[in-house]
């Protein structure tokens, strides 16, 4: 299993054009047992209770030429109809599209306009190239993709790679009605050796009208590091302010880290313990009306199998435990604490 980076274009083409796919099944039980059968709703992926179900499914073209690039994917899924509810139409369906086109022949510097991943995290919405099956609290809680333009410089010794972004707003396609601001993010992202990659992305904006403007300064980094052939750990910590009310009288604050330690025995197995915390006390992203806001420590394990080089089965026990009683029951009362068992199968193609 390889764990990608967001905002980094490791593709390696061949031909000017190639086909590729990916798709996912999965069933998740809570025990909790929801009457509406969604898991909690700062969780976006595998998001289903005791059912069957397809998280991500898509179909990505990739044309790649001297001085051209570009990609489209088509997706589907209970993690398309969470994370692209707020899109109209087709929009809903656009897992990626992005045309780049590089500005100099002697240096690897590229503007690339559309649909992108986003800049901000280690994880991806492809499970498969995760670490963990269930993505992290600030994984779900942070953008998946973003709507916008990146100019991106890459070292010739393919060290470093440096990234300024100007953005419709936070995990969006289309804006918000009424906000007429662009949003900013920029990414340094340095990988040494095949054994240390770094990263410090920002994002700069707002995603409210600007009648109810509030601007959000947020800042993540995160570290992979592959301590031998068999063990890696990766950490990443969330740090981020946003404007109380819009004339800018005081900041409410945001924190959250996870960190995984991966061990593989061998080439078709590997094993995942995962511990996140987030603290969102204000409701900058997660509102939960009570007394202690979101503060929501997490634990889970990881089991994988790798049959063929391109196909998981993935099979997941994790627990969250809240300060306040933000879970809900299958009785509509609520609990402090939740814990789910997740499988998927995945293959790429």
């Known amino acids: 299993?390889?764990?990608t980076s967001f905002g980094q274009d490791s593709l390696t083409i061949s031909q000017p054009l190639t086909i590729s796919g990916?798709?996912?099944?999965?069933?998740?039980?809570d025990?909790?047992?929801?009457?509406?059968?969604?898991?909690?709703?700062?969780?976006?992926?595998?998001?289903k209770h005791n059912e069957?179900?397809?998280?991500?499914?898509?179909?990505?073209?990739?044309?790649?030429?001297?001085?051209?690039?570009?990609?489209?994917?088509?997706?589907?899924?209970?993690?398309?109809?969470?994370?692209?509810?707020?899109?109209?139409?087709?929009?809903?369906?656009?897992?990626?599209?992005?045309?780049?086109?590089?500005l100099s022949a002697k240096h690897n510097l590229w503007l690339d306009i559309?649909?992108?991943?986003?800049?901000?995290?280690?994880?991806?919405?492809?499970?498969?190239?995760?670490?963990?099956?269930?993505?992290?609290?600030?994984?779900?809680?942070?953008?998946?993709?973003?709507?916008?333009?990146?100019?991106?410089?890459?070292?010739n010794n393919g060290i470093a790679t440096f990234s300024i972004l100007a953005l419709n707003g936070w995990q969006r396609i289309t804006?918000?009605?009424?906000?007429?601001?662009?949003?900013?993010?920029?990414?340094?992202f340095i990988k040494p050796n095949d054994k240390i990659t770094l990263n410090y992305s920002t994002f700069l904006g707002t995603d409210k009208p600007d009648s109810a403007r509030l601007v959000r300064f947020f800042n993540n980094f995160y570290g992979i590091f592959q301590f031998s052939e068999k063990i890696g750990f990766t950490a990443g910590l969330d740090f981020a302010?946003?404007?109380?009310?819009p004339t800018g009288d005081g900041k409410n604050n945001l924190f959250n880290?996870?960190?995984?330690?991966?061990?593989?025995?061998v080439d078709r197995l590997a094993f995942a313990l995962r511990g996140e915390y987030y603290e969102d006390e204000n409701g900058i992203i997660i509102a939960t009306g009570t007394p202690n806001g979101f503060k929501t420590t997490g634990l889970s394990f990881n089991i994988d199998y790798l049959p063929v080089s391109n196909a998981a089965l993935r099979l997941e026990v994790r627990s969250l435990n809240s300060k306040d009683k933000i879970f809900i029951d299958k009785d509509g009362g609520t609990k402090k604490s939740n814990t789910a068992i997740t499988f998927s199968t995945a293959v790429s193609f």
């Not at 088509?74 to 590089?102: C, D, F, H, Q, R």
């Open 52 to 102: 069957f179900s397809v998280n991500l499914a898509f179909v990505k073209g990739s044309y790649s030429a001297e001085r051209i690039r570009a990609n489209l994917a088509i997706g589907a899924g209970t993690y398309m109809n969470a994370n692209y509810s707020a899109e109209p139409g087709v929009l809903k369906n656009i897992y990626e599209g992005n045309v780049g086109y590089k």
């Open 241 to 245: 302010t946003e404007e109380k009310t």
């Open 22 to 29: 990916y798709v996912e099944g999965y069933y998740s039980y």
């Open 114 to 155: 559309g649909v992108l991943p986003s800049h901000i995290g280690f994880e991806s919405a492809v499970s498969k190239d995760c670490w963990a099956l269930t993505r992290s609290m600030p994984a779900e809680n942070s953008p998946y993709f973003e709507s916008g333009a990146k100019l991106s410089y890459g070292t």
């Open 1 to 3: 299993m390889n764990l």
């Open 175 to 188: 804006r918000v009605e009424g906000n007429s601001l662009m949003s900013w993010g920029t990414q340094v």
């Open 257 to 265: 880290t996870v960190g995984i330690l991966r061990y593989t025995p």
């Open 31 to 47: 025990f909790n047992r929801p009457e509406n059968n969604t898991r909690p709703g700062f969780l976006y992926s595998h998001n």
